[in-house]
Structure formats: C-alpha cells, structure tokens
Nanobody
C-alpha cells in the first residue's frame, strides 16, 4: 500500500509564505506525476500545480509567479512553496501522485489527507 502525508499548512497573514510537503511511503517502484490540489469550502477541488516525472511543471493561472512546485525523488517527496499568499488561497491543500508499486503493475493515483492553509489578517 502507498501513503501520502502532507504537512506544512497553517495560518499565515496576507503576503506571507508557507511551504507544503507531501511524502510518499510504502510499496513504491516509481512515481511519475505529482500534483497539488486545493478545495475551499463550498467550491470544487481545483488543480494548483503539477510536476511530471521529467520535472516539467504546470500551474493554475492565479498562482503563477507566486507558487513553485518541486520534488525530491530520492525521498519521494513533493513540495509547494507558496509566496505572496492571498486570502483567496485559503483552502485544504491535497497531494496526489501517480504511483507504480511494482514494475509489472499499472500506475494508480493516490491521495493524501490534506492540510489546511488559512490566509487571514
């Protein structure tokens, strides 16, 4: 089984910064794409950033220039550096990863439990 555990959320003032981490553990042969989603109360879950296996990245327009996704492949961890935070960034942030547990198994998506980010003065 594979587990994703997020950390790093919290309360921050507008224009502040936070760094989220998501560590994958368990039976892992290879991780390809890793993603950060967020979900605010009463809103649909939305993709914030994705980093592919080859380290190419893609961001939601509203976070471009403020958020950076990067990964540590040796430790199966993905990060989201969030700068210049705004109140509209307030949400539960969830990690998602495409994991292959053995060489002969298909890739499957796994989710973390989420970490709360609150931007408020």
């Amino acid at each position: 089984q594979v587990q994703l555990v997020e950390s790093g959320g919290g309360l921050v003032q507008p224009e502040g910064s936070l760094r989220l981490s998501c560590a994958a553990s368990g039976s892992i042969f290879r991780i390809s794409a890793m993603r950060w989603y967020r979900q605010a109360p009463g809103k649909q879950r939305e993709l914030v950033a994705v980093i592919a296996g080859g380290d190419s990245t893609h961001y939601k327009d509203s976070v471009k220039g403020r958020f950076t996704i990067f990964r540590d492949n040796a430790n199966n961890t993905v990060y989201l550096q969030m700068n210049s935070l705004k109140p509209e960034d307030t949400a539960v942030y969830l990690c998602n990863a495409d994991v292959q547990t053995t060489a002969w198994r298909l890739v499957r998506g796994y989710w973390g439990q989420g970490t709360q980010v609150t931007v408020s003065s």
